[in-house]
T-cell receptor
Framework: AQSVTQLDSQVPVFEEAPVELRCNYS??????LFWYVQYPNQGLQLLLK??????LVKGINGFEAEFNKSQTSFHLRKPSVHISDTAEYFC?????????????FGTGTRLLVSP | GAGVSQSPRYKVTKRGQDVALRCDPI?????LYWYRQALGQGPEFLTY????????KSGLPNDRFSAERPEGSISTLTIQRTEQRDSAMYRC????????????????FGPGTRLTVL
């Protein structure tokens, strides 16, 4: 079975500062990796995904993430955050043994951006 | 175009009642997924369909939970004899479908149905 760990439940940061949201996963088979964002009263929106190829993945709204197989990590980064980035961020994996159909999510990290 | 829609957005029911939650996927999407999200947790997989066929129901917690997608479009998640522990956000997602290479298409999520069982 797969699992995802997001150690930081909440990350406070000032506007225009850089941010990193951490994600570690566990799986004995090949995985795909995802970051989703949830704004208040809205559905989950895909930020970016890693399927294969380059380990540095760029997504929407200036976010990027780096897949590190040896450390089983997929941390999300943004060099300069905006107030509008305040939201909850979920890391997720899908695995070969489920046909990559079932997403397994972490518990989420709430990003709080203040002026 | 329109995204995934879910109805109702909020449902309050009494313990022991049955509830039906509806999901209308993006037009043309082959695959449809149901997840449940408890407060302070990430979404947890329940079941998914390709067209009208239920492919995996391993995440359904017990036999009070069932789902159907009879015409390969709209899906209904039914919870019978609801219990307080069923209170959660129920999320539906859809995707274009699995490509021939096996790569997973992006899952697009609806706004969810907040279920409260009193």
């Amino acid at each position: 079975a797969q699992s995802v760990t997001q150690l930081d439940s909440q990350v406070p940061v000032f506007e225009e500062a850089p941010v990193e949201l951490r994600c570690n996963y566990s799986s004995s088979v090949s995985v795909y990796l995802f970051w989703y964002v949830q704004y208040p009263n809205q559905g989950l929106q895909l930020l970016l995904k890693y399927l294969s190829g380059s380990t540095l993945v760029k997504g929407i709204n200036g976010f990027e993430a780096e897949f590190n197989k040896s450390q089983t990590s997929f941390h999300l980064r943004k060099p300069s955050v905006h107030i509008s980035d305040t939201a909850e961020y979920f890391c997720a994996v899908s695995a070969l043994n489920t046909g990559f159909q079932k997403l397994v999510f972490g518990t989420g990290t709430r990003l709080l951006v203040s002026p | 175009g329109a995204g995934v829609s879910q109805s109702p957005r909020y449902k309050v029911t009494k313990r022991g009642q049955d509830v039906a939650l509806r999901c209308d996927p993006i037009s043309g999407h082959v695959s449809l997924y149901w997840y449940r999200q408890a407060l302070g947790q990430g979404p947890e997989f329940l079941t998914y369909f390709n067209y009208e066929a239920q492919q995996d129901k391993s995440g359904l917690p017990n036999d009070r939970f069932s789902a159907e997608r009879p015409e390969g479009s709209i899906s209904t998640l039914t919870i019978q004899r609801t219990e307080q522990r069923d209170s959660a956000m129920y999320r539906c997602a859809s995707s274009k479908g699995v490509t021939s290479g096996g790569a997973s298409d992006t899952q697009y999520f609806g706004p969810g149905t907040r279920l409260t069982v009193l």
